[in-house]
Antibody
Framework: QVQLQQSGPGLVKPSQTLSLTCAIS??????????WNWIRQSPSRGLEWLGR?????????GYAVSVKSRITINPDTSKNEFSLQLNSVTPEDTAVYYC??????????WGQGTLVTVSS | QSVLTQPPSVSGAPGQRVTISCTGS?????????LHWYQQLPGTAPKLLIY???NRPSGVPDRFSGSKSGTSASLAISGLQAEDEADYYC???????????FGGGTKLTVL
């Protein structure tokens, strides 16, 4: 059974970088069949897919157009985890952030969620 | 404005059958991309309910079923129970956005 454990600060100042980590157990970040995703949820934007990283003989990334200029998702094979960095945050980035394992375009496994508030 | 459109709310009495629609377009459901459904209880992460239009993961009761027609899809819940009260979301891939998209969500109230 796959479990995803998120960690990271719940408060970030405007213009700074939001950083979260998702530790994986029960699967490998280097899996050839899974993708590793970040999704956020806010009252104003609903559920929003942010991006993913995955391994298919080499590493690939894909990002949502809405955050493409500000986002980086990186795998860490030594720790079997992946991370999210979102730069230049504004109060609009306040949301619950989830990591999720993707298979065939759906998300069967989710992290517990982290409420990140952007405020000074 | 979500790319996939769902009714904000539906309701039904215990034992009844309700359906939740998800309307897309030719760049997502109509293009043949799979449609998935999630159930979200308050304060928890979404839970996969239906994948690839009509398939149930292990452990999901057969009271939940999904279907697709053209650019739309539907989630049906029969034999409604109090524990089904939750938010429900559809999700697919959109080729015009080159990314995965969710519906705005439907709040199910069990009367």
């Amino acid at each position: 059974q796959v479990q995803l454990q998120q960690s990271g600060p719940g408060l970030v100042k405007p213009s700074q970088t939001l950083s979260l980590t998702c530790a994986i157990s029960g699967d490998s970040v280097s899996s050839n069949s899974a993708t590793w995703n970040w999704i956020r949820q806010s009252p104003s934007r609903g559920l929003e897919w942010l991006g993913r990283t995955y391994y298919r003989s080499k590493w690939y990334n894909g990002y949502a157009v809405s955050v493409k200029s500000r986002i980086t998702i990186n795998p860490d094979t030594s720790k079997n985890e992946f991370s999210l960095q979102l730069n230049s945050v504004t109060p609009e980035d306040t949301a619950v952030y989830y990591c999720a394992r993707g298979r065939d375009g759906y998300y069967a496994d989710w992290g517990q969620g982290t409420l990140v508030t952007v405020s000074s | 404005q979500s790319v996939l459109t769902q009714p904000p709310s539906v309701s039904g009495a215990p034992g009844q059958r309700v359906t939740i629609s998800c309307t897309g377009s030719s760049s997502n459901i109509g293009a043949g991309y799979d449609l998935h459904w999630y159930q979200q209880l308050p304060g928890t992460a979404p839970k996969l309910l239906i994948y690839a239009h009509s398939n149930r993961p292990s452990g999901v009761p057969d009271r939940f079923s999904g279907s697709k027609s053209g650019t739309s899809a539907s989630l049906a819940i029969s034999g409604l129970q109090a524990e089904d009260e939750a938010d429900y979301y559809c999700q697919s891939y959109d080729s015009s956005l080159s990314g995965w998209v969710f519906g705005g969500g439907t709040k199910l109230t069990v009367l």
